[in-house]
C-alpha cells in the first residue's frame, strides 16, 4: 500500500487569491464610484454649478471673479439689468361651475371661472366674500350670449371681457374698487 501525502497549502493559496481578488475589485469600484463623484461635482460645467449660481448669486459672482483672476477660462461680461417690480399674479377659481341657457337657444353653457389679480390679496378676499353676488352677475351676462356669440377663440374672449366688467363692476358698488384684470375658463362645456 502506498500511502500519499495531500498537501493542504494549495487550497488556502486559492482561497486567498480569491479573498484577493475580490478585495481588489472593490477597491477599484470604489475608487471609480468616488473618481465619477469629483468629475460630476467639482465640474465647472455641471448642473449643481449652476445651481448654486441661481441660489446664491452674490457667491457665484465672486467665485467667477475670483477664477478670472486665476486665469481660467474666459471672462465673463456682466450685463446690467434694469431694477423692475415684479408683480405676482394671484389666481382664484370659483368652486362650482356656472350653468346658464344661452339667448334665443335650448342651448345651454356650463363653463367655470377662475380671475387673477395683480393687486394684492385683498382683491381675492373681496371676490371671496361677494361670489354669490359675483355669480349671479355671471349668469345674468352669459345668459345676454347667444351660441354663435361664443364660437370660436374670439367668442369666448368676448365673454371673459364681460364676464370681467361685471364682476369689476360688482366690486366696485360694494367695495369701492375692482381689480380683477382677466377672466379665465378652466372648463367650458357648450350643449
Same mark, same amino acid.
Given at each position: 500500500?502506498?500511502?500519499?501525502?495531500?498537501?493542504?497549502?494549495? =487550497? $488556502?493559496?486559492?482561497?486567498?487569491?480569491?479573498?484577493?481578488? $475580490?478585495?481588489?475589485?472593490? #477597491?477599484?469600484?470604489?475608487?471609480?464610484?468616488?473618481?465619477?463623484?469629483? %468629475?460630476?461635482?467639482? *465640474?465647472?460645467?455641471?448642473? @449643481? !454649478?449652476?445651481?448654486?449660481? %441661481?441660489?446664491?448669486?452674490?457667491?457665484? /459672482? +465672486? /467665485?467667477?471673479? @475670483?477664477?478670472?483672476?486665476?486665469?481660467?477660462?474666459?471672462?465673463?461680461?456682466?450685463?446690467?439689468?434694469?431694477?423692475?417690480?415684479?408683480? #405676482?399674479?394671484?389666481?382664484?377659481?370659483?368652486?362650482?361651475?356656472?350653468?346658464? *341657457? %344661452?339667448?334665443?337657444?335650448?342651448?345651454?353653457?356650463?363653463? !367655470?371661472?377662475?380671475?387673477?389679480?395683480?393687486?394684492?390679496?385683498?382683491?381675492?378676499? *373681496?371676490?371671496?366674500?361677494? =361670489?354669490?353676488?359675483? !355669480?349671479?352677475?355671471?349668469? @345674468? #351676462?352669459?345668459?345676454?350670449?347667444?351660441?354663435?356669440?361664443?364660437?370660436?377663440? +374670439?367668442?369666448?374672449?368676448?365673454?371673459a371681457d364681460a364676464l370681467k366688467d /361685471?364682476? *369689476?363692476?360688482? %366690486?366696485? $358698488?360694494?367695495?369701492?374698487?375692482?381689480?380683477?384684470?382677466?377672466?379665465?375658463?378652466?372648463?367650458?362645456?357648450? !350643449?
Open positions: 500500500m502506498s500511502t500519499e501525502t495531500v498537501d493542504p497549502a494549495p =487550497k $488556502k493559496k486559492g482561497r486567498i487569491l480569491g479573498l484577493l481578488g $475580490k478585495l481588489l475589485a472593490v #477597491v477599484v469600484l470604489l475608487g471609480a464610484g468616488f473618481g465619477g463623484g469629483y %468629475l460630476f461635482f467639482a *465640474n465647472p460645467f455641471s448642473p @449643481a !454649478q449652476d445651481m448654486l449660481r %441661481l441660489i446664491e448669486p452674490e457667491k457665484a /459672482a +465672486e /467665485a467667477d471673479a @475670483a477664477a478670472a483672476d486665476a486665469g481660467e477660462g474666459p471672462k465673463k461680461v456682466q450685463r446690467e439689468m434694469p431694477d423692475q417690480e415684479l408683480f #405676482v399674479t394671484s389666481y382664484f377659481t370659483f368652486p362650482e361651475p356656472v350653468t346658464s *341657457n %344661452l339667448k334665443e337657444s335650448k342651448s345651454f353653457l356650463q363653463v !367655470q371661472v377662475g380671475v387673477s389679480t395683480q393687486y394684492d390679496a385683498q382683491v381675492i378676499k *373681496n371676490v371671496e366674500t361677494h =361670489k354669490l353676488a359675483l !355669480q349671479s352677475d355671471m349668469l @345674468a #351676462v352669459i345668459a345676454t350670449f347667444t351660441a354663435e356669440d361664443i364660437a370660436g377663440p +374670439e367668442g369666448r374672449a368676448r365673454l /361685471a364682476i *369689476n363692476a360688482r %366690486l366696485e $358698488k360694494l367695495e369701492g374698487f375692482g381689480g380683477v384684470e382677466d377672466v379665465f375658463f378652466p372648463s367650458f362645456m357648450m !350643449q
